[in-house]
């Protein structure tokens, strides 16, 4: 593995002084090389070449170097391997002199989609909280830097779905987006030609709204109970999301914070003369309640 080292090292600066020599006023060259001024990556094309007897041929990419005895006299034929990757290239031909041409590949046609959705989770009807980007790539994996549409179709767990277009920029476009009125899973499709790419943001219930409560006295006791918690949008708030009951009597001031279970939150109380007792969940709040031993 070292002498291949050693080996790649030493072509790689024997190319790069054969680089500048063929630039340098005083160095003899060859006959100028035709080649093409831009070339579609993975496109095969050939270099007519003058002369006659044996040359040695180099082709300078971004990603690989290839190193080959030509025929003069003939055409040098370019494999479609040799130029998969875009970017700026480099061919130097030597027998007596040395002679280079340069050219670009650009990306092909767009082929593959990268596409992200962020974030995974999301409350419901939140105002631009849903980005969705989309990178295009051609089947060699190069960035189409060529403007292409994208369509972003959008299909929620309930109601209508939708699509929105939009042109790549640089090899990149995106959309952000409102989260919809209802809780569960939304879809989200990157579509460009026959390719898409399809990610998933959960949307769950926002904050409480019209938050209530009822309470029910026993003796020195009282037993709180909420209506099912929903937000605004009539999405049932998650099991394991905190409600605070908080009590002002003879005692003091007490504060409980109980997990809704099953959609509701209850807390059991003792009283202590009369008392004032109030719900919230976040930074809602709820009705309050005025006790003495009775409603």
């Not at 006023?25 to 496109?43: D, F, I, M, N, S």
């Not at 040695?56 to 080959?68: A, E, I, M, S």
């Amino acid at each position: 593995m070292k002498r291949a080292f050693s080996s790649d090292l030493a072509l790689c600066r024997r190319l790069a002084g054969l680089a500048l020599l063929c630039f340098l006023p005083g160095w003899a060259r060859a006959a100028e090389l035709q080649v093409p001024a831009l070339v579609e990556a993975g496109q095969a094309f050939s270099i007519p070449l003058g002369g006659s007897g044996q040359a040695t041929f180099y082709l300078l990419g971004p990603d690989h170097v290839v190193k080959r005895t030509v025929n003069l006299g003939s055409d040098l034929e370019i494999v479609s391997s040799d130029v998969r990757s875009a970017g700026r290239y480099q061919v130097i031909l030597c027998d007596t002199s040395c002679t280079s041409a340069t050219f670009e590949v650009r990306a092909a046609q767009p082929a593959h989609l990268s596409f992200f959705l962020h974030p995974s989770r999301v409350p419901v009807s939140t105002p631009d909280s849903i980005d969705a980007s989309a990178f295009v790539f051609d089947q060699y994996f190069n960035l189409v830097l060529t403007p292409a549409a994208v369509d972003f179709r959008v299909t929620p767990a309930s109601g209508a779905g939708f699509s929105q277009r939009a042109s790549t920029r640089q090899g990149v476009t995106w959309m952000r987006m409102n989260s919809t009125p209802h809780e569960g899973p939304v879809r989200v499709t990157a579509v460009l030609g026959n390719v898409d790419e399809a990610r998933v943001v959960q949307q769950v219930a926002g904050e409480a709204c019209r938050l209530s409560m009822k309470a029910v006295v026993s003796g020195n006791r009282v037993t709180l109970e909420t209506d099912p918690v929903r937000d605004c949008s009539g999405n049932a708030l998650p099991d394991g999301t905190v409600v605070s009951f908080t009590k002002l009597d003879n005692a003091g001031k007490s504060t409980v914070d109980t997990p809704i279970k099953k959609g509701i939150a209850r807390m059991d109380f003792s009283l202590h003369g009369r008392a004032q007792i109030s719900v919230a969940c976040g930074v809602v709040l709820g009705n309050e309640v005025a006790l003495n031993g009775k409603l």
